[in-house]
């Protein structure tokens, strides 16, 4: 060693020296470091078990909903590795969680105490401002609250127990019949009017693949509660059904009554069909009109068109040209004009062709 230390220059010397130096403390911080970060990842555990045993309630159900919101199997090593921004941002959600909670603890204390005059006051101010502002906003505004409405409402039902949502459709069965039980007969008249306007206008705007989906939501719906219910519910089903059928026939049955009078009267030489007060009782004369049938010869009295009638009482001594034997039945209908729709037949049975022959002498005159 001492040979050594005796050889080397002190330039030598200085440089290992520094070099040494260096180690040293490469050493020492990295030491530090390690026992830093333990210590940290410590005090960090150690708070957060702190925080999780203290008696507040409050506290302790913001932390329930914080786990709720943001699920970590293992929250101190993720503090541990949480930036400082972050951590930030987790303390003040926390604030916000734990304000909120009071809030709402608050809330609920004061109303328990109220009386239901200063409840009903208070819903009234509510209802006031609420009618308020949404009559001061914007369309957009408008959408904007619509929207934010319908995020917290899947939010919070994609999350509710069944239980809880049981306990929810119950309240809201509840309100409402009790709200339906209140109104008067004017304000339900109103009410199925808007249900029934607002039905027809969504069922207007929705697309096929809509309609198709909400047939096969209601297809099941039918039979999921069709499965379920007792035999005592079926029958008052069935009862109801029968009813409505009832009410429909005593309708249909209410019109025919009414509109008594049908064009369903034939006649016997052109076969045309014609209203009671178009045609009129003839009696046969084979001396007046020699050209009957013997089928309508025999018969008698006949009922008869007006055009018929007045033909077969002249001294014509031909048939009528409409006359059935008179072989103007263009036969069987065409399978291409059976197929279309009444309206479309109708169209093609107002068609009536004509031609008109016109002539034409010198230089494209009419007459001449
Ligand atoms: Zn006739």
Redesign the pocket.
Known sequence: MKNKQRKETATKRMRRLEKEKIKRQEKLSNAHEGARRIRLEKKVFINLLQEQLKPQQNVKLAKKRIAILNPCPEPWKSKAMETSAEREVRLENDQREVRLENDRHFKSTSRAMETSAEREARLEHDRHSKSTSRAKETSAEREVRLENDRHFKSTSRAMETSAEREARLEHDRHSKSTSRAKETSAEREARLEHDRNFKSTSRAMETSAEHKSRLENDRHFKSKSRAIETAAGRKIRLEKDRLRILKGNADISTVTNTINTYCDSI??????K?YPNQVTTYRVSTSKAPYLPAELAQKTPLL??????K?VNSSKQTP?S??YWNSLDPGAIPEVILQLFQPEQRLLSRIIPFVKIVRYSGRFEQYG
């Open positions: 006649c016997e030489i052109c076969t045309k014609t008869l068109c007006h055009r018929c009638n033909h009528p409409k006359a």
